[in-house]
């Protein structure tokens, strides 16, 4: 049975929508969160490599997170036409949201190192018509895009997964045009390690801002979006000397 549409963005508020009859069947497998409604995965030790953890529970997983898509969106600002990257895009469920956005004439890379995540997000993009995502395989500290340079990125939860997250950020500079917007989210070291990443594992935002700073990306705010979230949202520096096109975002 196809699956149906458990997603929609409404301007700046994101909802996540589960059809009764997925939520039954979901029962017995999974919990189901009263606070949400989604799909919630039982206990387990956390995968730092995402090496054992299948794409339907990531998908469920990046579900959870719905509700921090919004403060991520505001900072992209993102606008119908644009070409945005996904960095460490999973099974996508950010990538869909994205590629409503930035609508038909836009074009959505999500770049995962993980096949049968990209597997995933291909089904889900059958499933519901969209043909506006291209799903790049790859590093994300090397990969290159298909064609021509973004207009904006999101680095959401997976620079704690990689060894390499400086170099990541210094890639996601270089597939940015001048100016390009990103946002980098992770969790907070400060948090109570409830939910998410452990403690251990998690990157202080005096870290993150140091590495985007020297891979040439400006820090134009520091958010803290939840108690277990924050967020930086960027600017690649023009080159010295570049002057930027009339009416490029600001």
């Known amino acids: 049975m196809a699956r149906g549409p458990r997603w929609r963005v409404d301007q700046e508020r994101v909802s996540i929508r589960f059809s009764p009859a997925a939520i039954r069947e979901a029962q017995g ?4 969160s009263a606070f949400t ?23 469920q997983r990046q579900a959870q997170r719905a509700d921090q898509a919004a ?20 099974p996508g469920y950010f990538s869909l949201i994205l590629a409503e956005r930035v609508g038909p004439t ?13 597997a995933y997000l291909a089904e889900e993009m059958q499933v519901r018509g969209v043909a506006n995502i291209q799903t790049v395989h790859g590093d994300a500290a090397a990969v290159d ?7 904006a990125a999101v680095v959401a939860m997976m620079l704690h997964h990689t060894s390499d997250p400086a170099g990541v950020l210094r890639n996601v500079a270089r597939l940015l045009r001048p100016g390009g917007r990103a946002v980098v989210a992770e969790f907070h070291p400060e948090g109570t390690g409830e939910h ?11 870290a993150v801002r140091a590495w985007c700073e020297a891979a040439g990306l400006e820090v134009r705010a520091e958010e803290r979006t939840s108690p277990e979230h924050y967020l930086l949202s960027l600017r690649l520096r023009p080159p010295s000397g570049h002057t930027s096109p009339a009416g490029a975002h600001r």
């Open 71 to 90: 403060d991520w969106l505001r900072h992209l600002d993102l606008r119908a036409g644009e070409r945005c990257a996904d960095v460490g895009s999973g």
């Open 106 to 118: 836009g074009v959505v890379y999500a770049i995962d190192r993980s096949p049968e995540a990209l």
């Open 145 to 151: 895009l298909p064609s021509g340079p973004a207009d």
């Open 29 to 32: 497998r999974v919990r189901v």
């Open 37 to 59: 409604g989604c799909p919630t995965p039982p206990p387990e030790r956390y995968d730092a490599h995402m090496s054992t953890t299948d794409a339907n529970r990531m998908f």
């Open 196 to 206: 998410g990443a452990p403690l251990s594992m998690r990157l202080p935002p005096e």
